[in-house]
């Protein structure tokens, strides 16, 4: 049974950091891609960031570029994403999920075409 279940999400002051975790199971996850998603009150879901199954490339959604950085451990299963310096527009629930690429080295920020998804951990960032 495929399971990823995603941890450490909850209330920050702005400026702060938070690490959310993403448990991989019932599948290869060496071979797949991984990706974060985020999805605000009232607004569409939104790809974050995404690492390739070789771990060789990460793709950033333009306002979490250089605050933001995820990181895989496929000893661990786990996928990762460190969030600094957080805004209160980062408020969201994150969803982790993951696709099988081709390319070992390919991942995309395309919600619509993954293979499994988490059920996601709130994320709020207050004044």
């Known amino acids: 049974q495929v399971q990823l279940v995603e941890s450490g999400g909850g209330l920050v002051q702005p400026g702060g950091s938070l690490r959310l975790s993403c448990a991989a199971s019932g599948f290869p996850v060496d071979f797949y891609g991984l990706g974060w998603f985020r999805q605000a009150p009232g607004k569409e879901r939104e790809g974050v960031s995404c690492i390739s199954a070789s771990d060789g490339t990460t793709y950033y959604a333009d306002s979490v570029k250089g605050r933001f950085t995820i990181s895989r451990d496929n000893a661990k299963k786990t996928v990762y994403l460190q969030m600094n310096r957080l805004k209160p527009e980062d408020t969201a629930v994150y969803f982790c999920?993951?696709?099988?690429?081709?390319?070992?080295?390919?991942?995309?920020?395309?919600?619509?075409?993954?293979?499994?998804w988490g059920k996601g951990t709130l994320v709020t960032v207050y004044s």
């Open positions: 999920a993951t696709r099988y690429y081709d390319d070992s080295l390919y991942c995309e920020l395309d919600d619509a075409g993954m293979d499994y």
